[in-house]
């Protein structure tokens, strides 16, 4: 079990959370497809918190590696990026025909590319145990977070609304914004 103490192994204690994670998303994804939305969002809620504790592990116990930030970004991509844009497009844009699907799916393409396109540049810019004290631009949990609100607020604000708001969290995540990192 001395391989859940190595940093370099790829399957110590914070990368096996981080797989959590991604076991998450990946259940939330099969269960959007039921049209199951309360399992998806516990599903996606848990792969949040897993997220929150794979840094949090290998900080503490010097777990980090670049193999732990790629995986950590392809778990953040599957639970932030592509689960919520999933999660809408069932929810809310399913009943679209013609040009509003052909303009909802063009904005949920927008999104994905957005969120990939952030956790790339993040990568790039990021050494593995560094933690900075803020982001620049909407980091991918909390820009699901926000889709979530806006899935909250369909009913009220229609399937526009909804695409509206996609569009600009969409660009928040490549902006210029300062987040602090909590």
């Given at each position: 079990?001395?391989?859940?103490?190595?940093?370099?192994?790829?399957?110590?204690?914070?990368?096996?959370?981080?797989?959590?994670?991604?076991?998450?998303?990946?259940?939330?994804?099969?269960?959007?497809?039921?049209?199951?939305f309360t399992i998806a969002v516990v599903l996606?809620?848990?792969?949040?918190?897993?997220?929150?504790?794979?840094?949090?592990?290998?900080?503490?116990?010097?777990?980090?590696?670049?193999?732990?930030?790629?995986?950590?970004?392809?778990?953040?991509?599957?639970s932030f990026v592509l689960v919520p844009t999933?999660?809408?497009?069932?929810?809310?844009?399913?009943?679209l025909s013609g040009l509003p699907l052909i303009?909802?799916?063009?904005?949920?393409?927008?999104?994905?590319?957005?969120?990939?396109?952030?956790?790339?540049?993040?990568?790039?810019?990021?050494?593995?145990?560094?933690?900075?004290?803020?982001?620049?631009?909407?980091?991918?949990?909390?820009?699901?977070?926000?889709?979530?609100?806006?899935?909250?607020?369909?009913?009220?604000?229609?399937?526009?609304?909804?695409?509206?708001?996609?569009?600009?969290?969409?660009?928040?995540?490549?902006?210029?914004?300062?987040?602090?990192?909590?």
């Amino acid at each position: 079990m001395q391989f859940l103490w190595r940093a370099t192994s790829h399957f110590n204690l914070a990368n096996l959370v981080t797989m959590a994670n991604i076991t998450c998303g990946l259940l939330a994804t099969y269960f959007i497809t039921q049209n199951q939305f309360t399992i998806a969002v516990v599903l996606a809620w848990m792969g949040g918190a897993f997220d929150i504790f794979d840094g949090k592990i290998a900080r503490k116990y010097a777990l980090s590696n670049e193999f732990g930030v790629q995986l950590d970004s392809f778990a953040d991509f599957l639970s932030f990026v592509l689960v919520p844009t999933f999660f809408i497009f069932q929810g809310v844009y399913t009943h679209l025909s013609g040009l509003p699907l052909i303009i909802t799916s063009i904005a949920s393409i927008y999104y994905v590319i957005s969120g990939l396109r952030r956790l790339i540049q993040f990568n790039i810019n990021t050494d593995a145990g560094e933690v900075a004290k803020h982001f620049i631009g909407v980091p991918t949990p909390l820009g699901a977070i926000l889709l979530w609100i806006v899935w909250l607020g369909s009913g009220f604000i229609g399937w526009i609304g909804v695409l509206a708001l996609m569009i600009i969290i969409g660009a928040l995540l490549n902006s210029k914004v300062k987040i602090p990192h909590l």
